[in-house]
């Protein structure tokens, strides 16, 4: 952890340093052309060229490190009474590659995880960034996950390792998505790619269906086949694991599948006084959404891709409790 906080200390002492300049610049030119105070001028812009640089410090240092457990209690008319109080801990986005200096981090993660007491823990996808590697340092703490009914996981466009280097790593994207379907059942997680697992409780049952990545995005790949997922789970209560959250407009709404679980859009890392630009992108990207008696659960995810820090959108843990509607006489 601490060579990549001090080298991203160091990138941001360099871009601060840059910024200084151009501002003693600009405001050596106000004072001339404008008259102004060029102390007055110079401060200020100062301390607007700090305000990025102590929030960036804060997303890397402290948020991306804080952990947050989002419990959230949802009640179906079709829960079979058997699952009533079912437990759910539902991951996303790890990208193992955010961890490769602080395994200790994620081990706190964990920790707080297996605190939960969770009947089964669910995760929806993008367990790395760019390669199967990345997993070296993350997979001896991933192995240490428990619940009753083990992990249940599904890939996420950036397992299908579209990012590789192939003169680096010696392997195209697909023999890299091949390593990793390896490697996360080595794990022990039940990965699911376009299957489903039935969960039996005396003559109840239960089905977690499972898809590959299923999106609107040209950008990302597409391999879903929520049909072939569903294949003997008719009359069933249904949990869909879907990585990516276009799938539900496009899919899902109006099937026979009571609760959607994603992850994909990590609310963009940023959030600030409420305001978070992602929604300019995506209908849904973080927390509960409904359509008549179905329920959609976006998880902001663990880790981070593009910039290495979280600010405003802290790494997500969510406890879901499945509930039976009770009827009133």
Not at 119 to 136: A, K, R, W, Y
Not at 235 to 255: E, N, R
Not at 263 to 275: E, K
Request: overall charge neutral.
């Amino acid at each position: 952890m601490y060579s990549e906080v001090f080298s991203v200390a160091v990138l941001l002492l360099v871009c601060f340093v840059v910024l200084t300049v151009l501002d003693l610049a600009v405001a050596g030119v106000l004072a001339l052309v404008a008259g102004l105070s060029f102390k007055r001028c110079f401060l200020w812009g100062l301390l607007s060229l700090a305000v990025p640089v102590l929030l960036m410090a804060y997303g890397l240092l402290i948020e991306r490190n804080c952990y947050r457990v989002n419990r959230v209690e949802l009640e179906f008319d079709s829960l079979p009474e058997a699952f009533d109080g079912y437990k759910l801990v539902h991951l996303s986005d790890i990208h193992s590659r955010s961890f490769r200096y602080r395994a200790s981090s994620l081990q706190r993660a964990v920790d707080k995880v297996n605190s939960l007491d969770a009947d089964m823990i669910v995760f929806t996808g993008d367990l790395v960034t760019i390669e199967p590697s990345e997993l070296d340092v993350t997979e001896p703490v991933l192995k240490g996950l428990k619940a009753r009914d083990g992990v249940v996981s599904v890939l996420g466009n950036h397992d299908y390792c579209t990012y590789i280097n192939r003169g680096t790593s010696g392997m195209s994207p697909e023999q890299g998505r091949t390593v990793l379907v390896e490697r996360e059942k080595a794990m022990g997680w039940k990965l699911l790619l376009n299957q489903n697992l039935i969960l039996h409780r005396g003559n109840s049952r239960m089905a977690i269906v499972g898809v590959e990545n299923t999106t609107t995005s040209p950008h990302f790949p597409s391999r879903g086949d929520l049909g072939k997922a569903l294949l003997g789970t008719d009359g069933l209560f249904k949990i869909l694991l879907s990585h990516d959250p276009t799938h539900w407009d496009h899919g899902v709404k109006g099937k026979d599948i009571a609760l959607m679980l994603s992850g994909h859009t990590h609310a963009m890392q940023f959030s600030l006084l409420g305001w978070n630009p992602i929604k300019h992108f995506y209908r849904q990207y973080k927390g509960l959404y409904r359509y008549k008696d179905q329920c959609l659960y976006i998880n902001i995810g663990l880790g981070e891709t593009i910039f290495p820090a979280r600010i405003g959108a802290m790494p997500e843990i969510t406890l879901i409790e499945l509930r039976k509607t009770k009827t009133t006489q």
